[in-house]
């Protein structure tokens, strides 16, 4: 049996997956939807530092990220946030897909779904 | 050359392919779209259930999973059936995302695309 | 450390990485978007081909494809692009979902994210 690892397990779903030395994140959603897109993007940045952390990766590791946005006249905002994020770690920007979808909760203008390796 | 196969290849797709211990199935829709979006989701979630079982995995080793609905109103009546699938299998949950798109057929309320481990 | 790269990176993304043998494209979109569904279906497939090439792969290695459509009657068009194009190698059709989206420029009727195995 492969390496095979889960985190934040609940009865309907895991916030992530690991699997032969790849991170398979859960959609990531903001916890305060009063907040606008940067504050949202900030939010779910931030989530899934946290939890790329608690699994050896970190954002220098995606291999792909989606993201989903409420509305896509959102994408000039979300990205200011998204360079500055990236930015930290330069020659690390990882392939990336943008579209636009309404999301679970109404409030949401984003959800994140992100890959990475593990260290 | 690394480990690949492929199962129910057609002209235009197949229904997975697994590669080094990962399957990858195309997104899953419903044969009969006469069905409400609970018994959509049941026809969609058998289907992976039998996909799954052909390539020596199954719901307890799913890595990820992507949810589309045609209309975002349906999550509660998908999530009643989808959690008590998942809840067959206790503290295996995976990640998860979900969003609306219209999909390729007006009558599917539901497309689901999966990837999993073998075991 | 697992073997890991990036090409084309950007300060915002790059066009593709590799992880153990697996290759994730960033959303291919067209470049000419005056071009009709089918003008833009080839030139997407195109880069698609481009890019895998670029690191020991090509389209009869494909994991898994998503697409992406501004307007989801474009379907059949697209197909009768895909078809042509996946049809050069018999046997190697990927695992496929299509779902629709508003893209990040409204000209854009089409956006591919795919995944394809190295040789």
Do not use: C
């Not at 220098?60 to 905002?77: W, Y």
Request: hydrophobic share 45%; glycine share 6%.
């Amino acid at each position: 049996m492969s390496e095979f690892q889960r985190l934040h397990v609940g009865p309907r779903l895991s916030e992530l997956s690991v699997h032969n030395g790849v991170v398979y994140l859960a959609g990531q959603v903001p916890d305060d939807v009063t907040e606008d897109i940067k504050g949202q993007t900030r939010q779910v940045l931030g989530m899934i530092d946290r939890l790329l952390a608690e699994v050896d990766s970190d954002k220098s590791r995606l291999l792909m990220v989606q993201i989903f946005l409420h509305d896509i006249q959102d994408i000039g905002a979300m990205n200011e946030v998204w360079d500055a994020w990236i930015g930290e770690v330069p020659g690390h920007a990882p392939p990336r897909a943008t579209v636009e979808s309404r999301l679970a909760n109404a409030q949401y203008r984003i959800e994140i779904v992100a890959t990475a390796a593990q260290k």
